[in-house]
């Protein structure tokens, strides 16, 4: 690649993870927010909020000191995979620019080879303007520059402040597509660590007073080499553009499509079936040809006036089952409005996977019964994906908390991928072991319905660490017949700092109550008496 | 095929469908005679059941479900789908309190939907997914919706009951109809009507009271096809599942101190 052609746009999210973990939490991004990492279990501070910098935390420090220092600041692990998935996203949303592009999530940027794409955008100057613009729009803080090179781009958007001081709000692009003589001059002034080398280079090299390029210009590569290993010089020859530089860009996972084009335009609803049904099989046998499994189909038409209509189906386990698929999709004819008629129609398949034999004989149980998956699937193709649920157990002692409610989709994702410790809360009753259980059951009782959130009850008690002896809710009154109890569950401390709007801090005595009318209730008093606390009633389910 | 034909046709079809006994019904048995007497033998599966209860407590939930675990081990392989609304101020099903009573909430599929008229048509297209309509059946051992509010509107009402009669028909699943409310509301659509309420249990001594071993309701059969009507109490046992006739019993009014029973669970 020659040097004068290239042009890179490197792109810095430096507060990424900061502002990753406000947007997850609700935080307010100026809120004292610092991201830690585990180094030979210790919790240092990889990442720190201006807030949190300005009350005194600083990189590298313990997360014991910053809580010493600053105790109400939150504290969140470096999450890797959030921060890969994002910047993926915004790499593939870069493609509209170019199409080589790919991420950095080590040093949190992406990069973008734009040779020969820039007179798209009137230069690369518009270019990164219109990406600045973009990035101001979402709030999303990012250090845009522009070189010959990666190792350049790379540089100048990680050590902008040797050319502007860089603000929260609004950065300017730094753009350094000059002759080779300007980019040398202005990759003078930049310590050595602009160079993407280690950190033990970089200490080497502080200890041979070497600390801003241009002073290591003067060397000669066979002393470099011999000094600090050839790392150092192949580096210094990648920013110049005197080595060439491959980076990994992002692959665009291509769908498999199969289309059909109609010379007369297809009319009716038996018609639309049959385009639905032959595209379905058309689809499955280039599933079958290259032995791929899909998770998600998407069926599009064009209709005469140009309107393109589009309809998908997911699955909660890849397949390429004609059956299945042709079931799923028996639905869409009735959906789609053809107006005047379809000229084009095509399926996509996506989220494509390996779908290799599995010999049976090894694992009996992993197709042992895909029914459930089957109607699942269906429900959610008909129904939609937000109304079809399952029930999934938490292992947690709050009760709240025991029991997610989850498209059940993706509990089939997760069952399919994870295997699923058994829990002490959704041990089925068995039979066989009734005598046993029921100590258990007595001891564990949970009821069928839960009030979430708990309701607040005005309560009578003989005594204040008594059970109810009258209960009064909606304007019903419910005199007690029997109680049972106390199950004391305490609060989750430990979860106080990151969930504070979803737990409470206090502890709970549970009771079970049956009034005199029958009704089985699950109350519980918050607050303990002896400690001083406030104590505060509330229904929380019913029993049979 | 002329008039007079067509009427015979339809004639057959009815008489098929609705009093031949040469269609064999499959019914879940209650285990309780009189009961399965007044239903010809139990809860015929491909019909619609309406069960409802006043005011905020567990029993039309409670009754439900003793049906369904009935059902479930009927059809081992099936899985009950429940269409309410989630948001319900009634709560939410809960999965250790369903493990508890020998219902493996692995098998309960929840459908979402607020609207009773959406409700019913997912109910609709969850029957529709039970269809043969000759490629593998998807196993479905029962549905229930929580939308008897419907019968506020008694046109609509019995539209839909038609509806969902004839999915049933169709998928040869047991469908019951859910309802929080204490008035008597035309069943006529239905196979059977059942009024639930709570009832308190009869404690025959210290060592058998167990809270939770047990549950106990006044039910009021107050429709079937015999035209025979059933009221009484019955006792649902969890170990086992079972369901047995019990006196009436009046509660006591002195108030019951707690019993020794102090569980922790303080990290």
């Given at each position: ?544 | ?66 049906i369904l675990?009935?059902v479930m ?5 099936g899985?009950i789908v ?58 479905i051992a029962a549905v229930v ?28 699943v047991l469908v019951i ?91």
């Open positions: 690649m020659s040097f004068s052609n290239s042009e890179f746009i490197y792109i810095w999210f430096y507060d990424l993870p900061v502002r990753l973990a406000c947007y997850q939490k609700g935080w307010q991004l100026d809120t004292a927010v610092a991201i830690y990492h585990i180094v030979n279990t210790r919790h240092i501070i990889c990442y720190a909020s201006n807030t949190a910098k300005q009350a005194g935390i600083l990189i590298d420090m313990s997360v014991a000191d910053a809580q010493a220092i600053l105790p109400t600041c939150h504290f969140r692990s470096y999450d890797d995979i959030a921060v890969k998935n994002w910047l993926s996203r915004v790499g593939q949303w870069a493609w509209r620019y170019t199409p080589l592009t790919g991420i950095d999530s080590e040093s949190l940027g992406i990069w973008m080879n734009v040779t020969g794409a820039t007179h798209l955008t009137s230069g690369i100057a518009a270019m990164c303007d219109a990406l600045q613009t973009e990035f101001n729009r979402i709030s999303v803080s990012a250090q845009i520059a522009a070189a010959p090179t990666y190792g350049a781009a790379w540089a100048f958007a990680h050590f902008s402040e040797f050319f502007t001081r860089p603000t929260l709000q609004q950065n300017k692009p730094i753009i350094v597509c000059d002759e080779r003589a300007i980019l040398r001059q202005k990759l003078e002034p930049l310590p050595v660590a602009a160079l993407r080398i280690s950190a033990d280079i970089q200490t080497g090299l502080k200890q041979a007073g070497l600390e801003q390029i241009y002073q290591l210009w003067g060397i000669s590569a066979i002393s470099l080499t011999t000094r600090f290993g050839t790392d150092l010089v192949q580096r210094l020859g990648q920013i110049i553009g005197d080595v060439s530089e491959l980076q990994k860009p992002l692959i665009i996972p291509t769908p498999l499509i199969a289309s059909r084009n109609y010379l007369t335009p297809l009319l009716g609803v038996e018609a639309i079936q049959k385009m639905i049904r032959d595209l379905v099989s058309l689809i499955c046998i280039q599933l079958a040809q290259r032995h791929l499994l899909t998770r998600y189909i998407v069926i599009a038409v064009k209709r005469v006036d140009s309107t393109i209509i589009r309809r998908t189906i997911s699955l909660s386990r890849p397949s390429r089952s004609e059956s299945l698929l042709h079931r799923l999709t028996a639905h869409l004819a009735a959906d789609i409005d053809v107006e005047f008629g379809i000229e084009h129609s095509w399926i996509e398949a996506k989220k494509l996977s390996a779908g290799l034999p599995v010999n049976q004989a090894f694992d009996p149980t992993l197709y042992k019964d895909d029914s459930k998956d089957t109607l699942i699937d269906y429900l959610t193709a008909r129904l939609g994906h937000n109304k079809v649920h399952q029930l999934q157990c938490i292992d947690s002692w709050q009760p709240e908390s025991a029991q997610r409610v989850q498209p059940a989709q993706q509990t089939i994702r997760q069952l399919h991928t994870h295997v699923s410790n058994s829990l002490p809360y959704w041990q089925l009753q068995d039979e066989s072991e009734t005598s046993d259980n029921i100590n258990l059951v007595s001891f564990s009782a949970r009821p069928l319905s839960l009030l979430t959130p708990a309701v607040l009850v005005d309560v009578i008690a003989l005594l204040p660490d008594h059970p109810p002896s009258m209960i009064r809710w909606r304007k019903q009154n419910w005199q007690i017949h029997q109680a049972t109890g106390p199950e004391r569950i305490g609060p989750s401390w430990w979860l106080n700092g990151i969930l504070s709007n979803q737990h409470s801090d206090k502890t709970r005595d549970y009771y079970w109550l049956e009034t005199q009318s029958g009704e089985r209730l699950w109350v519980y008093r918050e607050g303990l008496i002896e400690r001083g606390e406030s104590v505060e009633w509330f229904l929380h389910g019913f029993f049979a | 095929m002329n008039k007079q034909q067509r009427f015979e046709t339809l004639k057959n079809e009815i008489w098929q469908n609705y009093f031949s006994t040469n269609k064999a019904q499959k019914a879940i048995s209650l285990d309780i005679s009189e009961i399965d007497d007044c239903l010809n033998g139990g809860l015929t599966i491909g019909r619609v059941h309406l069960i409802t209860g006043s005011g905020y407590s567990g029993a039309v939930r409670g009754f439900t479900l003793a675990r009935k081990r009927e059809r081992p392989s899985y429940w269409c309410t609304n989630l948001n319900s101020s009634h709560g939410i099903l809960y999965g250790a309190g369903l493990a508890a009573i020998g219902i493996d909430p692995r098998r309960l599929i929840l459908v979402d939907e607020p609207h009773p008229l959406r409700g019913v048509a997912a109910m609709e297209e969850v029957l529709g997914a039970a269809r043969q309509d000759g490629e593998a059946a998807i196993q919706g929580d939308y008897a509010q419907l019968y506020r509107n008694s046109d609509l009402w019995h539209k839909t009951a038609r509806r969902l009669q004839f999915a049933a028909e169709q998928a040869d109809i859910n309802g929080i409310t204490s008035r008597i509301i035309p069943a006529a659509g239905f196979e059977s009507y059942w009024q639930v309420s709570t009832a308190v249990r009869q404690i025959l001594s210290e060592s058998n009271n167990r809270f939770y071993d047990s549950a106990s309701w006044h039910i009021k059969l107050s429709r079937t096809r015999s035209g025979r009507h059933w009221t009484g109490n019955l006792s649902w046992q969890f170990s086992t599942g079972t369901l047995s006739h019990r006196p009436v019993f009046n509660s006591k009014t002195s108030y019951r101190l707690p019993t020794n029973q102090f569980v922790s669970h303080i990290s």
